[in-house]
Each structure stands twice: as structure tokens, then as C-alpha cells.
């Protein structure tokens, strides 16, 4: 079964406009990390953001947010006035802690910010 | 430039072979992971080492075998390669071993096997 679901697998946006990026996951271990990566067309790998299981707030970096609602076991990345720069494949990721310890990606969605 | 190297960037071998992929992590770091890929499998964790002993294993073939050294540094050893070994490696550090640290991610290598 798959663990991280994706389910755009593309989306066009314009820009100035909020984005959300859509992730379900499926675990029954109650300790778990939540993760979004950024792949531009370059193909280098960025970090944007982390959500714990236990974290009471949801996690934001900058112009990024992660919507975690823990009872629909969701994930959405929110990301605010978007920017040209932010055309890329995004992926979720899960960590389930403290089981096998192994993180899980979904499919990805790939973003067009259009100008 | 995030501060972790890896080398070869690209790779061309044949099938049947070995080869060795070495990441070195950011300075400070004591976490390496390793990541593939893929076209048909997108991507997948490896495995993950914290201060030179294995934290955590992923989906990683029993051809394929990785281990930091005591400078941090970490190889991943890749053999009797098939065609679908094809992929880019990703190596990534973190400071610590915890989920909740920022991982800083290598160029990667471009791995192709004919």
C-alpha cells in the first residue's frame, strides 16, 4: 500500500498566487516526521521543510508552510506569493521514527509558476 | 552551494561491474544519507549513517553496500550492476541523526549503466 499519495501530479499556477501542494500518508506508528524537498530542472535536491508528529504548530519556513491536519493524515505544503522560482517537482516524504526508521517519498507534483 | 560533495558527478559503466560513489558530508555534520533516483522507482531512501554506524536502512539492494568513515566521509559501493541500476545518487548530510534535522543534499551522480 502506497504510504505517501501525491495526488497532482502536475499544477499551473500564476504567479503572486498561494499554491497548495496536496500529500496524504498512511502510518500507525503515533511517532513520525513529515518532509517536503524542492527538485528544480538543475535536479539538486533542497530541504524546505519539516512537521513532527508531536508538533503542536504548523511547521513554516519563509514563504512555506505545511498544512498538517493529523486526523485526515495530511500533509499540504502551502506556499504564499508564489515566484517564477518556485517551478519545480516537490515531493513529500514521511519518516516513521523509531520503527525501521526509513523515509518514504511520494510520486512528486510538478509546479509551473506562470508570469 | 549547500556544502556536501560528491564525486564522480558522472558515471558510465557496464553491466557487471562495480563501482564506488563517495560523498563528503558538511563540515560539523555527523549524518549521511543516501538516495536514489529513478525513472520507473522515482525516489528512494538507501540507507543513513550517524557518526560511522548504520541509523537507518531503506531499500537498498543487497548488491549495494555503504559505510562512513571515521572523517565522516561515506562511500556507497554499488556491484554486479544491472541496467536498472541507472539513476542519480544523492548523498545528503544533517548535523545529528533526528528526523527533524535540515538535510543539506550533494549534487548528486548521474550513474548509467549500458
Known amino acids: 500500500a502506497q504510504k505517501i499519495t501525491q495526488t497532482q501530479p502536475g499544477m499551473f499556477v500564476q504567479e503572486k498566487e498561494a499554491v497548495t501542494l496536496d500529500c496524504t500518508y498512511d502510518t500507525s506508528d503515533p511517532s513520525y516526521g513529515l518532509f517536503w524537498y524542492k527538485q528544480p530542472s538543475s535536479g539538486e535536491m533542497i530541504f524546505l521543510i519539516y512537521q513532527g508528529s508531536y508538533d503542536q504548530q504548523n511547521a513554516t519556513e519563509g514563504r512555506y508552510s505545511l498544512n498538517f491536519q493529523k486526523a485526515r493524515k495530511s500533509a499540504n505544503l502551502v506556499i504564499s506569493a508564489s515566484q517564477l522560482g518556485d517551478s519545480a517537482m516537490y515531493f513529500c516524504a514521511m519518516r516513521e521514527v523509531g520503527r525501521d526508521d526509513k523515509i518514504i517519498f511520494g510520486k512528486g507534483t510538478r509546479l509551473h509558476i506562470l508570469p | 552551494d549547500s556544502g556536501v560533495t560528491q564525486t564522480p558527478k558522472h558515471l558510465i559503466t557496464a553491466t557487471g561491474q562495480r563501482v564506488t560513489l563517495r560523498c563528503s558530508p558538511r563540515?560539523?555534520?555527523?549524518?549521511v544519507y543516501w538516495y536514489q533516483q529513478s525513472l520507473d522507482q522515482g525516489l528512494q531512501f538507501l540507507i543513513q549513517?550517524?557518526?560511522?554506524?548504520?541509523?537507518a536502512k531503506g531499500n537498498i539492494l543487497e548488491r549495494f553496500s555503504a559505510q562512513q568513515f571515521p572523517d565522516l566521509h561515506s562511500e556507497l559501493n554499488l556491484s554486479s550492476l544491472e541496467l536498472g541500476d541507472s539513476a542519480l545518487y544523492f548523498c545528503?548530510?544533517?548535523?545529528?541523526?533526528?528526523?527533524?534535522?535540515?538535510?543539506?543534499f550533494g549534487p548528486g551522480t548521474r550513474l548509467t549503466v549500458l
Open positions: 563540515s560539523g555534520d555527523l549524518s
Open positions: 549513517y550517524y557518526n560511522g554506524e548504520e541509523r
Open positions: 545528503a548530510s544533517s548535523v545529528e541523526g533526528q528526523s527533524y534535522n535540515e538535510q543539506f
